[in-house]
């Protein structure tokens, strides 16, 4: 993930993802909205610099040709991870 070309992203996943995040730099902040290829059913593991709400990733839609939004805000040592929508188009 290279924010440094835009806050906002969009991704499509053509295979299973393991994502790599920039440093959590407090203030940084940027959305993600991936989507699945028609194939769909690709996986994303995120990064551990990455926390969600409960300590749990959400699961991704894996229906071809849908997507999911992300936001992610960081503190200086993690990025905080928002779920903002699923199974878009």
């Known amino acids: 993930m290279n ?3 835009g806050t906002l992203q ?3 996943l053509t295979g299973n ?3 790599t995040f920039p440093t959590a730099t407090a ?3 940027f959305t993600l909205f991936q989507l699945q ?7 994303v593991t995120w990064p551990a610099s990455v926390k969600w ?3 749990t990733a959400p699961t991704i839609t894996s229906t ?13 040592t993690y990025w905080w991870g928002s779920n903002a929508g699923q199974n878009y188009l």
């Open 27 to 29: 203030g940084k902040s």
């Open 10 to 12: 969009i991704l499509t």
């Open 64 to 76: 071809a040709s849908k997507g999911d939004k992300f936001v992610f805000t960081a503190d200086g």
């Open 17 to 19: 993802c393991t994502y």
């Open 37 to 43: 290829d028609a194939t769909g059913s690709r996986t």
């Open 3 to 5: 924010i440094a070309n």
């Open 53 to 55: 709400p409960s300590s």
